[in-house]
């Protein structure tokens, strides 16, 4: 079992930093894969950012050379740097784990003000 407790979002104006944290607890030595989703009112889930167990990363376009994801394995985090946010930008960001399945965190809301 992994358990994920995120924290870091709120309220930002547009062009503004935000940094996200997820701390993986329990059976942390088999997490292997690491990113954020996210899911705006009305629409579906989407991928923002991948971290693999080796570094590598993937990010989804529309926040390309905006967002870094990164992780500190000795403290089981993943956070999500979060630059010159948009308004549609906002959303419930979901950390995730990939161990024996995917493992889920609680969301934490993110609201860019124009």
């Known amino acids: 079992q992994v358990q994920l407790v995120e924290s870091g979002g709120g309220l930002v104006q547009a062009g503004g930093s935000l940094r996200l944290s997820c701390a993986a607890s329990g059976s942390v030595f088999s997490i292997n894969a690491m990113g954020w989703y996210r899911q705006a009112p009305g629409k579906q889930r989407e991928l923002v950012a991948h971290?693999?167990?080796?570094?590598?990363?993937n990010y989804a376009d529309s926040v390309k050379g905006r967002f870094t994801i990164s992780r500190d394995n000795a403290k089981n985090t993943v956070y999500l740097q979060m630059n010159s946010v948009k308004p549609e930008d906002t959303a419930v960001y979901y950390c995730?784990?990939?161990?024996?399945?995917?493992?889920w965190g609680q969301g934490t809301q993110v609201t860019v003000s124009s």
């Open positions: 971290i693999s167990s080796g570094g590598t990363t």
């Open positions: 995730y784990a990939a161990h024996t399945r995917i493992y």
